[in-house]
């Protein structure tokens, strides 16, 4: 699953992982399932969807804080975010062996230059037809009302949630 895949990289990986895709596929979903796989307090979630954060400055915020996981949900809306997710990567988390985890619909390659050897990319897509059938299968629907579903709307998780 995307969680396990998600979770073997924080715990065996020193890279940024980058994890991206397109709008309602689930990345944020998934990094809140993440918060539960760690103890309270380990890990540091900050969405730059609130317009307040974009002037934040990344490593001021988390200079004097002790995380095991520190992930800024569209990170594309902080000011230099570029700049200021590498200088994180070399000083805070290099320092304090934190993993850092950059989640945005609307990052794309190529990533900034200075993020190069830095990173591992996790790309989440919509279900396949197979993934969509699977997941909707407690609804004990015909195939070709599966397949009339899937054509309308797409493999988007919040079709069948």
């Not at 994180?88 to 950059?102: C, E, N, Q, R, S």
């Not at 037809?129 to 195939?143: G, I, R, T």
């Amino acid at each position: 699953s995307s969680l396990s895949l998600l979770h073997d990289l924080v715990i065996k990986t020193e890279e940024i992982t980058i994890l991206i895709g397109s709008r309602r596929v689930g990345k944020t979903t998934l990094c809140h399932q993440l918060l539960d796989k760690f103890p309270d307090g380990t890990v540091a979630y900050i969405n730059f969807e609130d317009g307040s954060l974009k002037n934040v400055h990344l490593n001021t915020l988390f200079n004097d804080l002790e995380y095991n996981v520190i992930i800024l949900d569209e990170v594309q809306k902080c000011i230099e975010f570029d700049s200021q997710v590498r200088n994180l990567y070399d000083g805070v988390v290099a320092i304090k062996k934190t993993h850092l985890i950059v989640v945005g619909s609307e990052l794309s390659r190529p990533y900034p230059s200075s993020w190069v050897g830095r990173y591992f990319e996790l790309r989440l897509t919509p279900y396949s037809f197979p993934e969509f059938k699977f997941a909707m299968a407690s609804k004990n629907l015909q195939l070709s009302r599966l397949m009339s579903l899937y054509l309308k709307w797409g493999g988007y998780p919040q079709v069948v949630y």
